[in-house]
């Protein structure tokens, strides 16, 4: 009995003792002050001497270094605390994608100019004065593909461009290989009704068709999601914490300046809890995102391969030769099927049979486009480089949502093992880890999250996020949906997807070579005894004697 009693006075002297070191330390408020003004708040709103806690509304009471306002001041201060780490992160985010969409959009573009200003220099110097005075077809051509790659669909119908573009071409060659007879508006509508029976330029036209339209449904897919990763990001960081948020950050952060214990960090499970509270809306975001990134990857894969923009674009002078080359050598079967269908055309009375070799002659040869030859553009680099890069950029930046609470609970933030904050006291967190996500923070031990109630603005994202990722898929197929562009044009409208008989799922179908050594055109002789009439016969032989000449001027021809 007396061992017993012995023992119960020493615990009691033992209690007594700590109570009284804690107390002391309250009664000391040095290191608060001084902790308290390096924040920038006013040192006198500290008190010199531990207070009565009861008016605080956040932190525990009972003696306490900390006044009301003192704590509303610090609220504020864990609200800015709490959301910097997780500013800088999307900041970071949305400049690496931002840099990324002007990389690429600046390439496509570069692309673009370059393979216009490439036809250009080589029809000149082959074609001559021939080709300056229908330049205005090709800059319109290449005008089109640039407002297709901004606007898609909604300004641009790829598929009637492109036959309106070989229709054209078709008529004005049509025009310079019968230049003996003269043809009304409506006999060369009749000729433009006739371009997809009659196939002037072989199998070319459906071939670049299929190319220009998987390629460029891509590229301008693949950017449009470039844009759209900073947008959400930006959106999303705009979304403000809630005073339930604000509340766990002051306790989590703050509540040990109150008790003395300024250098005391919280328990790692503690933040976890907190940030998965603070940001259940965002980690909502993920499944959207991660299934965005893959469908982006997914898209980046086709750029590299059938849907590479830069091997379509790269050789287009010499395809629109080689069909030209193609006419040239079909244009006696042509013209009989032509006259067949539409009529015989009447002789031009104009028609000059004395025209010069001088006028019409050229030399030079053409030279076939070698796959290998990889350009390097925009900035010095090519969409290899530029994929690959992107491509790791996207990989990295799966699950960003959902692991924001990891990233930022690390490091110096927090105090490893057991002598951390746990919202009361220096101890162990007991709580176990919520998962991430609203529906998971009805069981939030230091966050009250309202689970019925989620936030407009990030609800609107995940929604474009999924709106995107089905673009992104049937890009991916070569079907191209219109979408709504900053810069012109309003989306919706479904467009071609390039694919025709034989079906374009096929990728060997996706690319074509040019014949290794295309030989000089072929030009048919006509024999003179076929004419009805021996004096028309002169006449048409000279002509088309003659027009051979002129043929020499769409020759390919090297650049």
Not at 7 to 28: D, I, P, R
Not at 167 to 182: C, G, I, K, S
């Amino acid at each position: 009995m007396k061992t017993l009693l012995v023992l119960c006075v020493v615990c009691t002297l033992v209690v007594l003792s700590v109570s009284g070191t804690a107390e002391q330390k309250l009664k000391n408020c040095n290191e608060v002050r001084a902790a308290y003004s390096s924040k920038g708040f006013n040192v006198n709103d500290v008190p010199n001497k531990g207070i009565n806690g009861a008016p605080l509304k956040v932190c525990p009471q009972g003696f306490s270094c900390c006044t009301v306002e003192m704590e509303e001041k610090l609220s504020q201060q864990s609200h800015t605390e709490i959301k910097a780490p997780v500013s800088r992160l999307s900041t970071n985010l949305q400049s690496t994608f931002k840099q990324r969409h002007d990389h690429f959009d600046k390439f496509f573009r570069e692309l673009l100019r370059n393979a216009e200003v490439s036809l250009h220099s080589m029809f000149v110097r082959t074609y001559g004065m021939m080709y300056v005075q229908n330049a205005e077809l090709f800059k319109n051509f290449f005008e089109a593909l640039t407002r297709y790659y901004v606007s898609g669909s909604a300004a641009v119908n790829l598929d009637s461009m492109l036959s309106d573009f070989w229709a054209d071409l078709l008529e004005r060659m049509f025009r310079l290989v019968n230049v003996q007879y003269e043809f009304s508006d409506a006999y060369m509508e009749c000729v433009s009704r006739h371009t997809d029976q009659l196939q002037p330029f072989g199998d070319v036209p459906r071939k670049l068709r299929i190319q220009l339209t998987r390629a460029f449904v891509a590229a301008r897919t693949f950017v449009r999601g470039l844009a759209l990763m900073p947008e959400v990001v930006n959106k999303v960081s705009t979304v403000s914490a809630s005073p339930s948020c604000v509340r766990a950050a002051m306790k989590m952060l703050y509540c040990p300046y109150c008790s003395g214990q300024v250098a005391l960090k919280p328990c790692q499970n503690y933040c976890l809890n907190v940030l998965r509270g603070c940001l259940a809306n965002q980690a909502d975001l993920d499944t959207e995102w991660n299934n965005f990134l893959d469908a982006m990857l997914s898209l980046a894969e086709r750029l590299e391969g059938p849907f590479n923009f830069e091997s379509v674009m790269d050789p287009i002078d010499v395809k629109i030769s080689e069909a030209i080359m193609n006419m040239q050598e079909n244009s006696m079967q042509v013209s009989q099927k032509v006259f067949q269908g539409c009529g015989q055309p009447k002789t031009s009375m104009a028609f000059r049979s004395t025209r010069s070799v001088k006028e019409t002659g050229f030399t030079g040869r053409f030279r076939p486009y070698s796959p290998d030859a990889r350009p390097t553009t925009a900035a010095g680099t090519s969409l290899d480089r530029l994929t690959n890069d992107v491509k790791k950029k996207l990989k990295h930046a799966k699950k960003f949502w959902s692991t924001l609470p990891e990233t930022v609970c690390a490091g110096e933030r927090i105090a490893p093992g057991d002598e951390c904050w746990n919202g009361t006291a220096k101890s162990r967190y007991e709580s176990d880890v919520i998962g991430n996500g609203l529906a998971n923070q009805v069981s939030n031990p230091d966050v009250d999250v309202d689970i019925t109630k989620p936030d407009i603005v990030i609800r609107s994202q995940i929604a474009a996020l999924r709106e995107m990722t089905s673009w992104l898929k049937a890009a991916h197929s070569g079907n191209d949906i219109s979408i709504d562009n900053d810069e012109d044009g309003s989306g919706g409208e479904e467009s071609g997807s390039g694919c025709d008989s034989p079906p374009c799922d096929t990728d060997q179908d996706i690319y074509f070579s040019t014949p290794p050594n295309p030989g000089k055109p072929r030009v048919n002789q006509v024999v003179v005894d076929r004419r009805p009439s021996a004096a028309v016969a002169s006449q048409g032989s000279m002509a088309l004697a003659l027009c051979g000449l002129a043929l020499a001027l769409l020759a390919p021809h090297l650049r």
